[in-house]
């Protein structure tokens, strides 16, 4: 007698109940829930509340975080006098140092000999009308000068032989590299009263041509104010983030270029709500809390931020996710050196490096009191302080 065709469905479904399909859809299950587990991990965001924690204090060893520290004395010659306002990139080989004060930019090998400067500032071709920050192409080997006055890139080699001037379509002050792009904000990211197609963050090629664009993440036109606080860009695992000063959140930026909340840092709740600047009562700007820069690695989080006029530095510690402000024996803000008896060792506000370590900046009349450095002279170019984080 023929099976029906119902028959022979109930058939093939019993075969589908054999040991080895048991084990391919047990599998399949387990595969499933791991991808959703992954996914949802890497989603979530996770609060950090700075503001709960501003008197929360902690005498700090840099041996707690650190396992060594280097002091590089910046050779003093004409060619590369510099004033106390830098940018520092440790890039390992070279140090690439930019003078915001007169805004000239310079290399340095690993042990602080000069070895060139890096354009001028000018109106000729190869020159740029201003620039405050610049950014290292570490695959490359490349360094981006950033003008925010002209909206341009202007690109060197190592050695300062100028390459190319690059378009931007926004003002910014900082950039940073993805996926063998350039990635860069808008500064008016948070004017949307008379502009309502804000866009806030923009991928372009290395010739700037824009890839994609993100829109503005800010929503409510109380917060179209001036800002005094800029975005910033960190590295981490690969992975760029990236934070303004409007939210709260620390956005992760994936490989198709969207971004997504990691951590909500806590300023204060109703009181991290903008006003209009108010330039004649100082005090009250200063008790807002501006977060600038964030080091991550898989054992800390270090939050570098200004508070009443200082910069501070809270120090997350991954393995239970507790936080504390890290000072020193008089309460001032920043590690003990306990590894070279040097001075205290405060990390610098904005990327120091992509390697996984932490930049200090010390002058030389500072470093003078301690038997570290030989032969130093008071007025001498400043120290750099490399530590290597555990």
């Excluded at 192409?137 to 925010?148: F, L, M, Q």
């Excluded at 008896?341 to 900046?361: E, T, W």
Aim: one cysteine or more; a positive charge; glycine letters at 4%.
């Amino acid at each position: 007698m023929r099976c029906c065709p119902i028959e022979r469905a109930i058939d093939w479904l019993k075969s589908l109940l054999c040991e080895p399909y048991i084990i391919y859809a047990m599998k399949k299950i387990l595969y499933l829930f791991i991808s959703i587990f992954i996914i949802s991990e890497g989603f979530s965001q996770r609060k950090i509340d700075l503001y709960g924690n501003l008197n929360n204090t902690k005498t700090t060893p840099l041996s707690m975080v650190a396992k060594n520290i280097k002091y590089i004395p910046l050779e003093t010659k004409n060619e590369c006098l510099m004033s106390a306002e830098l940018q520092i990139y440790y890039e390992g080989s070279f140090i690439f140092v930019g003078d915001q004060k007169t805004q000239s930019f310079y290399r340095f090998d690993s042990e602080g000999k000069f070895l060139n400067k890096i354009g001028n500032k000018g109106n000729a071709p190869s020159e740029y009308p201003d620039a405050l920050f610049f950014q290292i192409d570490n695959t490359e080997r490349k360094i981006y000068v950033v003008s925010s006055q002209s909206r341009c890139l202007y690109k060197y080699e190592y050695n300062g032989t100028f390459i190319e001037k690059i378009p931007m379509k926004a003002t910014s002050w900082t950039i940073d590299f993805f996926n063998n792009n350039i990635v860069y904000y808008n500064f008016q990211y948070n004017r949307i009263k008379r502009k309502k197609d804000v866009f806030e963050l923009f991928q372009a090629d290395k010739n700037g041509k824009v890839l994609n664009k993100i829109p503005t993440t800010v929503k409510d036109e109380k917060d179209d104010v001036l800002l005094f606080d800029l975005p910033f860009f960190y590295s981490y695992n690969n992975q760029l983030f990236y934070k303004n000063a409007v939210q709260p959140y620390v956005f992760r930026i994936d490989n198709v270029f969207k971004i997504n909340p990691v951590y909500e840092i806590v300023t204060g709740g109703l009181k991290n709500k903008h006003e209009p600047e108010d330039y004649k009562n100082l005090k009250k700007y200063a008790d807002k809390i501006g977060v600038r820069n964030i080091f991550e690695n898989q054992h800390y989080l270090l939050i570098t931020y200004v508070y009443k006029d200082k910069f501070r530095y809270l120090l997350g510690y991954k393995a239970n996710w507790t936080f504390n402000n890290v000072v020193d024996n008089t309460n001032e803000s920043g590690f003990i050196d306990d590894l070279k008896n040097g001075p205290r060792f405060m990390p610098v506000n904005h990327i120091g490096s992509k390697l996984n370590c932490l930049i200090s900046i010390v002058s030389a009349e500072d470093m003078s009191e301690y038997n570290i450095i030989k032969n130093l002279n008071t007025d001498d170019n400043p120290i750099i302080a490399v530590a290597f984080i555990k």
